[in-house]
């Protein structure tokens, strides 16, 4: 579903991507871990092109994202069909990002109606149906203010599923959270594991990773040093630099 080969991204001199090799089969959630500063998000960020790629290259579901090949070359597409691109690739941010001027119901419809041009009766059924799902079918008509944090997330996520999405990316979806408001928002997520949603968690919740993920990832420096199971990454990992991080962590 998601293939990312040597992919490079620098910030001026600051080398953040340096060759990522990446693979996420259909149906499967792939945790990523790391440190802070290398490279998760800005991973995470490209396979969106929200950030675009210096060199390498990514495709979602066999579609190059952000470019089209051509004789050998790649040429960076319009932003209309990023656009068209980003709509099969939803994307849960850290600090939400809903719109605050709008109802949940109205946060959920707006895309589905301007975007995919969905006629508006559709949209919101659908969008009730998702709001049912995250356990938020009595807040359609609240604004994401009277909402706690972690009811924002899952307001987020539901979001995110409305327009029905090849993949998830999850930019630690926790962090912003207070400790009694995690669970509630990684419910939903493991939720979707269990029903075969093709997911990407950027996260530092290492129980969830043994729990949720089919293949955990470790990042440093901008570079994978490690992947595989959960339980061989996080109990048994064979580099030094993982061994040095979960012993910090765990």
């Known amino acids: 579903m998601v293939e990312v080969r040597g992919v490079h991204k620098s910030?001026?001199?600051?080398?953040?991507?340096?060759?990522?090799?990446?693979?996420?089969?259909?149906?499967?959630?792939?945790?990523i871990l790391g440190p802070s500063g290398s490279g998760k998000s800005t991973l995470l960020r490209t396979i969106n092109h929200l950030e675009k790629v210096d060199r390498g290259w990514i495709s979602v579901d066999g579609e190059l994202i952000g470019?089209?090949?051509?004789?050998?070359?790649?040429?960076?597409?319009?932003?209309?069909?990023?656009?068209?691109?980003?709509?099969?690739?939803?994307?849960?941010?850290?600090?939400?990002?809903?719109?605050?001027?709008?109802?949940?119901?109205?946060?959920?419809?707006?895309?589905?109606?301007?975007?995919?041009?969905?006629?508006?009766?559709?949209?919101?059924a659908a969008a009730r149906g998702l709001l049912e799902r995250v356990g938020l079918s009595d807040k359609a008509d609240a604004y994401p203010?009277?909402?706690?944090?972690?009811?924002?997330?899952?307001?987020?996520?539901?979001?995110?599923?409305?327009?029905?999405?090849?993949?998830l990316l999850f930019d630690e979806p926790t962090s912003a959270l207070d400790p009694e408001l995690v669970g509630e928002v990684l419910d939903v997520i493991k939720d979707l594991a269990r029903t075969g949603t093709t997911m990407l968690v950027v996260t530092h919740e290492l129980g969830f990773a043994r729990e949720v993920a089919d293949t955990v990832v470790f990042m440093d420096d901008g570079a994978v040093v490690e992947q595989g199971p959960p339980g061989a990454v996080l109990d048994d990992p064979l580099h030094p630099r993982t061994r040095a991080f979960l012993a910090k962590v765990w």
Do not use: C, M, W
């Not at 709008?102 to 975007?115: C, G, I, K, R, Y």
């Open 11 to 31: 910030f001026g001199p600051l080398e953040v991507l340096r060759g990522v090799d990446l693979t996420v089969r259909a149906g499967e959630v792939t945790v």
């Open 67 to 124: 470019y089209r090949g051509h004789r050998g070359k790649l040429y960076e597409l319009k932003e209309k069909e990023v656009l068209r691109q980003r709509t099969h690739i939803g994307f849960v941010f850290q600090d939400f990002n809903l719109f605050t001027h709008l109802t949940v119901l109205e946060n959920l419809v707006e895309a589905p109606v301007s975007v995919l041009r969905r006629p508006r009766e559709a949209a919101d």
């Open 145 to 167: 203010r009277q909402l706690s944090g972690g009811q924002q997330q899952r307001v987020a996520i539901a979001r995110a599923l409305a327009l029905e999405p090849k993949v």
